[in-house]
């Protein structure tokens, strides 16, 4: 293996770092000359994620390094908010001042006074925001972008006890299906994958209101009504189900569809209600063979006549707690040949107590009864899908098992749980959980060990005492999403998520904001933003902006950013962080979180002046609170339930810096130390075995849930009053559901679309990118644009209901671009959370209005599990900006401003 640090000559060098432009964290080369990073390149060598190739967000990051928007030294705020006057200060005197005044807040109205917003993580992911957030002491971590980023991919875990992954299929993959996804874009490395499975014979469906470079080159484009997908996949349920296309065998061996569902409580039917003393671990189904109650033990790993896996299951248990496997199938594995479980039908059952005789079906039946009407013309009328194409990609999945589902990270509706439960449906009646070919867990309890703690596990968030986290903002309103719901899935198994924010523990964006605006159910008067442009990407900016500009509502906001955003400039102290050339990095697990492999990643060049990683201000932030009290330095660590430190008491920050940090990790779980990792570049945890990669349920002879079965009936969504199986809600704001604003509001906004080099609100700054991609483009079909009187490349201005709190904001202007092809009465705006830095901060806190979608956006309506609002499925209207709106916003970039963006010399970055 080649060394992760190679001299070229006496002057030159290559490094072998970690690219974090996106949140793939590709190995790549960076060649050094004199100190300073000239260049970014692949190898074919390298292989996974990038297979040796080098996007252009990599190749873009040597102008990001010394871009001359860096934030080089700490600043505290000289004038009001957005006035763009600062101080320059040292590390010490910003920390001290912040910890002051923390600890002053929390004295007056408690930690949960203070939030922490989503981000997208510049060098590391949330980890370190929560475990500031439990330095404070606040439940109130990560509340925005998770609800619409990740939770389409984290909100599985109700369903199988982990999430699953997708990487774009595999040799064995028939089918590859996805939903509003423009992986062109957003991951270009992934989207190179599929075509290439694409190519060897894997079909691929792209399921978006625009027809996007991806789906371009799909088997089937399908233009749904943005917000409607829950109809269209229970229109291709019905279809699945009534040809008879689902896989009988898995859904009956492997998922609960078989458990039968009281008519009274609309809860599963256990043992423990028909028979006095009976188990609760129990849960009954009906017997075809016999034509009679059954049950299914979860807890003994039984079917009824069957043998039990426990011993196996306990054994597994063993290996696993020395980080060992086993590929032995477990003896519940298959039914027995004496039970046959119904998947349809009504069974009449008498209870065990007063309650008498009940009614029940299975959830199988459920489920049919609920997308009985999904009818093909049906769901046409609902989602604007063609009732035959419905048809024929319902055939295609039902037939081309095993399919590989990606339900995007991006679907942004009201109604995104429901979303995400039929997504499951879709994935579990295809047979296509944890099998090759379709959505693999990323870890599968016990059968995978754990060697290694996960992001989670370091975070110390599920260490906060229950009475706090039941202060969590939304915990009770929305109760799958933002942490009632987790509590009971503690319980299932003690695998944390990879990711630290893949875990359902935040706040909802409605209730921070509500509670900054009312006080209720307490105020929140304190931001501390983690490396995140928050502003850009959390919508009504016109609320947040009136709360940011009185100072008696947000009493404290910290910025720690790689750049001056327009976040930054309304905050009360900025502190510069590096960038992930700038750092060293301990992967948390290569190929998997349960892989015994680890990557490391070398920093290639110095820190840019006094920045600094946002591990090293949580450390400094800790040791200045503990002069007021210890309670900030030292606590419980991790929930009872948690593999590693388990129900502990500890230091929050063992290490002053995050070299450090990672030091004592790679010694206590790898063996050495952290510099020899370096050298290293991947290492494998002492004794740890490699574990099976799919089909662990067989070796398990269960899921890792509370049913021992991949929960097609949500026991978690049942359990906190919402509807277990999926049901169609239209989007809380759309021309079905607000016919009043629709008079005024036709069209369907779609907010979002992927634009090239971007990531999030990052990279407007960079000459490549901006000369690739210089404006928003918003994309419209030409009937649309010609009815409403704009044509192509003309500037319009996109304009929402003043509704929710959006006024005065609620227009941004855009470029009309007929180069996708887009269903009638859409408009797709590209990309969310623009802002220009080219722009001064006086020039309406760098052009952060303009362009920004995240304005037209109302989250006062929103999803009731999970607290989500309608990023992609809100109305507007379109018309034409005037001469004179674009004399005054000056849109286009201009030759002279591209200049002013250029890398700074070894001169300037060091003033």
Same mark, same amino acid.
């Given at each position: 293996?080649?060394?992760?640090?190679?001299?070229?000559?006496?002057?030159?060098?290559?490094?072998?770092?970690?690219?974090?432009?996106?949140?793939?964290?590709?190995?790549?080369?960076?060649?050094?000359?004199?100190?300073?990073?000239?260049?970014?390149?692949?190898?074919?060598?390298?292989?996974?994620?990038?297979?040796?190739?080098?996007?252009?967000?990599?190749?873009?990051?040597?102008?990001?390094?010394?871009?001359?928007?860096?934030?080089?030294?700490?600043?505290?705020? *000289?004038? =009001?908010?957005?006035?763009? &006057?600062?101080?320059? #200060?040292?590390?010490? /005197?910003? @920390?001290?001042?912040?910890? !002051?005044?923390?600890?002053?807040?929390?004295?007056?109205?408690?930690?949960?006074?203070?939030?922490?917003?989503?981000?997208?993580?510049?060098?590391?992911?949330?980890?370190?925001?929560?475990?500031?957030?439990?330095?404070?002491?606040?439940?109130?971590?990560?509340?925005?972008?998770?609800?619409?980023?990740?939770?389409?991919?984290?909100?599985?875990?109700?369903?199988?006890?982990?999430?699953?992954?997708?990487?774009?299929?595999?040799?064995?993959?028939?089918?590859?299906?996805?939903?509003?996804?423009?992986?062109?874009?957003?991951?270009?490395?992934?989207?190179?994958?599929?075509? *290439?499975? =694409?190519?060897?014979?894997? &079909?691929?469906?792209? #399921?978006?209101?625009? /027809?996007? @470079?991806?789906?371009?080159? !799909?088997?089937?484009?399908?233009?749904?009504?943005?917000?409607?997908?829950?109809?269209?996949?229970?229109?291709?349920?019905?279809?699945?189900?009534?040809?008879?296309?689902?896989?009988?065998?898995?859904?009956?061996?492997?998922?609960?569809?078989?458990?039968?569902?009281?008519?009274?409580?609309?809860?599963?039917?256990?043992?423990?209600?028909?028979?006095?003393?009976?188990?609760?671990?129990?849960?009954?189904?009906?017997?075809?063979?016999?034509?009679?109650?059954?049950?299914?033990?979860?807890?003994?790993?039984?079917?009824?006549?069957?043998?039990?896996?426990?011993?196996?299951?306990?054994?597994?248990?063993?290996?696993?707690?020395?980080?060992?496997?086993?590929?032995?199938?477990?003896?519940?594995?298959?039914?027995?040949?004496?039970?046959?479980?119904?998947?349809?039908?009504?069974?009449?059952?008498?209870?065990?107590?007063?309650?008498?005789?009940?009614?029940?079906?299975?959830?199988?039946?459920?489920?049919?009864?609920?997308?009985?009407?999904?009818?093909?013309?049906?769901?046409?009328?609902?989602?604007?899908?063609?009732?035959?194409?419905?048809?024929?990609?319902?055939?295609?999945?039902?037939?081309?098992?095993?399919?590989?589902?990606?339900?995007?990270?991006?679907?942004?509706?009201?109604?995104?749980?429901?979303?995400?439960?039929?997504?499951?449906?879709?994935?579990?009646?295809?047979?296509?959980?944890?099998?090759?070919?379709?959505?693999?867990?990323?870890?599968?309890?016990?059968?995978?060990?754990?060697?290694?703690?996960?992001?989670?596990?370091?975070?110390?968030?599920?260490?906060?005492?229950?009475?706090?986290?039941?202060?969590?903002?939304?915990?009770?309103?929305?109760?799958?999403?933002?942490?009632?719901?987790?509590?009971?899935?503690?319980?299932?198994?003690?695998?944390?998520?990879?990711?630290?924010?893949?875990?359902?523990?935040?706040?909802?964006?409605?209730?921070?904001?509500?509670?900054?605006?009312?006080?209720?159910?307490?105020?929140?008067?304190?931001?501390?933003?983690?490396?995140?442009?928050?502003?850009?990407?959390?919508?009504?900016?016109?609320?947040?902006?009136?709360?940011?500009?009185?100072?008696?509502?947000?009493?404290?906001?910290?910025?720690?950013?790689?750049?001056?955003?327009?976040?930054?400039?309304?905050?009360?102290?900025?502190?510069?962080?590096?960038?992930?050339?700038?750092?060293?990095?301990?992967?948390?697990?290569?190929?998997?979180?349960?892989?015994?492999?680890?990557?490391?990643?070398?920093?290639?060049?110095?820190?840019?002046?006094?920045?600094?990683?946002?591990?090293?201000?949580?450390?400094?932030?800790?040791?200045?609170?503990?002069?007021?009290?210890?309670?900030?330095?030292?606590?419980?660590?991790?929930?009872?339930?948690?593999?590693?430190?388990?129900?502990?008491?500890?230091?929050?920050?063992?290490?002053?810096?995050?070299?450090?940090?990672?030091?004592?990790?790679?010694?206590?779980?790898?063996?050495?130390?952290?510099?020899?990792?370096?050298?290293?570049?991947?290492?494998?945890?002492?004794?740890?075995?490699?574990?099976?990669?799919?089909?662990?349920?067989?070796?398990?002879?269960?899921?890792?849930?509370?049913?021992?079965?991949?929960?097609?009936?949500?026991?978690?969504?049942?359990?906190?009053?919402?509807?277990?199986?999926?049901?169609?809600?239209?989007?809380?704001?759309?021309?079905?559901?607000?016919?009043?604003?629709?008079?005024?509001?036709?069209?369907?906004?779609?907010?979002?679309?992927?634009?090239?080099?971007?990531?999030?609100?990052?990279?407007?700054?960079?000459?490549?990118?901006?000369?690739?991609?210089?404006?928003?483009?918003?994309?419209?079909?030409?009937?649309?644009?010609?009815?409403?009187?704009?044509?192509?490349?003309?500037?319009?201005?996109?304009?929402?209901?003043?509704?929710?709190?959006?006024?005065?904001?609620?227009?941004?202007?855009?470029?009309?671009?007929?180069?996708?092809?887009?269903?009638?009465?859409?408009?797709?705006?590209?990309?969310?959370?623009?802002?220009?830095?080219?722009?001064?901060?006086?020039?309406?806190?760098?052009?952060?209005?303009?362009?920004?979608?995240?304005?037209?956006?109302?989250?006062?309506?929103?999803?009731?599990?999970?607290?989500?609002?309608?990023?992609?499925?809100?109305?507007?209207?379109?018309?034409?900006?005037?001469?004179?709106?674009?004399?005054?916003?000056?849109?286009?970039?201009?030759?002279?401003?591209?200049?002013?963006?250029?890398?700074?010399?070894?001169?300037?970055?060091?003033?």
């Amino acid at each position: 293996m080649e060394n992760a640090q190679t001299s070229i000559d006496g002057e030159t060098r290559k490094v072998y770092a970690g690219c974090r432009s996106c949140h793939l964290n590709c190995p790549v080369w960076v060649t050094v000359k004199d100190g300073r990073a000239v260049k970014v390149e692949g190898d074919p060598k390298l292989g996974p994620p990038n297979m040796g190739k080098a996007c252009v967000r990599a190749s873009e990051a040597i102008q990001f390094e010394y871009s001359p928007t860096r934030l080089r030294y700490p600043l505290k705020r *000289a004038g =009001k908010r957005g006035e763009g &006057k600062w101080e320059r #200060v040292s590390w010490d /005197q910003a @920390v001290d001042e912040i910890a !002051a005044k923390i600890h002053e807040m929390v004295e007056k109205h408690g930690a949960e006074t203070f939030v922490l917003p989503g981000r997208t993580g510049r060098h590391d992911m949330g980890w370190v925001a929560h475990r500031i957030a439990r330095t404070i002491g606040t439940p109130n971590n990560y509340y925005g972008a998770i609800q619409v980023c990740y939770l389409p991919q984290f909100h599985e875990q109700v369903n199988y006890g982990f999430y699953t992954a997708t990487g774009g299929g595999s040799a064995a993959t028939k089918c590859h299906v996805s939903f509003s996804a423009e992986q062109a874009y957003a991951w270009p490395i992934q989207a190179q994958t599929i075509m *290439a499975n =694409k190519e060897n014979g894997m &079909k691929l469906i792209v #399921v978006d209101p625009v /027809q996007g @470079v991806y789906a371009s080159k !799909a088997d089937e484009w399908v233009p749904v009504r943005p917000g409607t997908d829950v109809g269209l996949i229970m229109g291709m349920a019905k279809v699945i189900i009534d040809k008879g296309l689902y896989d009988k065998d898995y859904v009956v061996r492997w998922s609960n569809a078989p458990f039968l569902v009281r008519g009274d409580t609309g809860g599963l039917l256990l043992e423990s209600d028909i028979v006095e003393g009976g188990s609760d671990k129990r849960f009954m189904v009906w017997d075809e063979k016999e034509d009679r109650l059954k049950y299914w033990d979860a807890e003994e790993i039984q079917w009824e006549g069957g043998p039990s896996g426990k011993a196996h299951y306990d054994h597994l248990v063993e290996l696993f707690e020395e980080n060992k496997t086993s590929t032995e199938k477990s003896p519940a594995a298959d039914l027995p040949d004496s039970i046959m479980p119904a998947l349809f039908g009504e069974h009449e059952v008498e209870l065990c107590t007063r309650g008498g005789k009940i009614t029940c079906i299975p959830a199988f039946q459920m489920l049919a009864n609920n997308v009985a009407e999904w009818t093909p013309e049906h769901t046409e009328s609902i989602t604007g899908v063609p009732a035959d194409q419905v048809e024929r990609v319902a055939t295609m999945i039902g037939t081309l098992k095993p399919v590989d589902i990606n339900q995007g990270m991006q679907y942004m509706s009201t109604n995104v749980s429901q979303y995400v439960n039929a997504i499951n449906v879709l994935k579990i009646i295809t047979g296509s959980v944890d099998v090759a070919g379709g959505n693999v867990l990323g870890a599968f309890y016990p059968v995978t060990p754990h060697a290694f703690p996960s992001e989670l596990d370091l975070s110390w968030a599920d260490g906060l005492p229950l009475e706090q986290k039941r202060k969590r903002l939304g915990y009770y309103t929305h109760r799958v999403g933002c942490g009632y719901a987790w509590e009971e899935m503690v319980k299932w198994q003690p695998i944390r998520p990879q990711n630290a924010d893949g875990a359902m523990l935040f706040p909802d964006l409605t209730s921070v904001m509500e509670a900054a605006e009312t006080g209720r159910p307490y105020p929140v008067h304190g931001i501390i933003a983690i490396s995140s442009n928050w502003l850009m990407h959390d919508p009504t900016l016109a609320r947040w902006l009136k709360l940011l500009e009185d100072e008696t509502k947000i009493e404290l906001h910290v910025v720690t950013d790689v750049v001056m955003t327009p976040t930054a400039e309304m905050a009360d102290y900025v502190l510069p962080a590096v960038t992930w050339m700038e750092r060293n990095f301990l992967n948390f697990g290569t190929g998997g979180g349960s892989s015994p492999l680890h990557q490391a990643y070398n920093k290639a060049v110095e820190p840019l002046c006094e920045a600094r990683h946002d591990y090293d201000f949580g450390a400094m932030l800790s040791k200045a609170l503990g002069k007021y009290d210890k309670r900030y330095v030292e606590g419980r660590l991790n929930h009872e339930w948690t593999n590693h430190w388990a129900g502990e008491y500890g230091k929050f920050w063992p290490a002053d810096t995050i070299d450090g940090q990672r030091d004592l990790l790679s010694r206590e779980f790898l063996g050495m130390p952290f510099e020899d990792v370096l050298k290293r570049r991947v290492v494998a945890v002492p004794g740890a075995d490699t574990p099976p990669s799919t089909e662990r349920f067989l070796i398990a002879g269960k899921f890792p849930t509370d049913t021992g079965k991949a929960n097609l009936f949500s026991t978690i969504h049942q359990k906190c009053g919402y509807p277990p199986l999926p049901v169609y809600i239209e989007p809380a704001e759309s021309p079905l559901s607000r016919p009043d604003l629709a008079k005024d509001f036709p069209l369907v906004g779609s907010y979002g679309k992927r634009q090239a080099g971007f990531f999030h609100s990052e990279f407007r700054q960079l000459p490549w990118t901006r000369e690739m991609t210089r404006t928003p483009d918003v994309f419209i079909n030409p009937e649309t644009a010609a009815q409403f009187g704009v044509a192509e490349n003309d500037w319009i201005w996109v304009e929402s209901p003043p509704t929710g709190g959006r006024a005065p904001y609620n227009k941004i202007m855009g470029k009309v671009s007929f180069r996708f092809m887009v269903a009638p009465g859409i408009v797709s705006y590209s990309q969310h959370a623009w802002w220009r830095p080219e722009k001064t901060v006086e020039e309406e806190l760098h052009g952060a209005f303009e362009w920004n979608t995240e304005a037209l956006i109302e989250v006062e309506n929103n999803c009731p599990e999970t607290g989500s609002g309608g990023y992609r499925s809100q109305i507007c209207r379109i018309y034409k900006a005037t001469e004179e709106d674009i004399a005054r916003y000056r849109p286009e970039i201009t030759r002279e401003q591209l200049e002013a963006l250029m890398p700074m010399t070894p001169e300037e970055c060091a003033k």
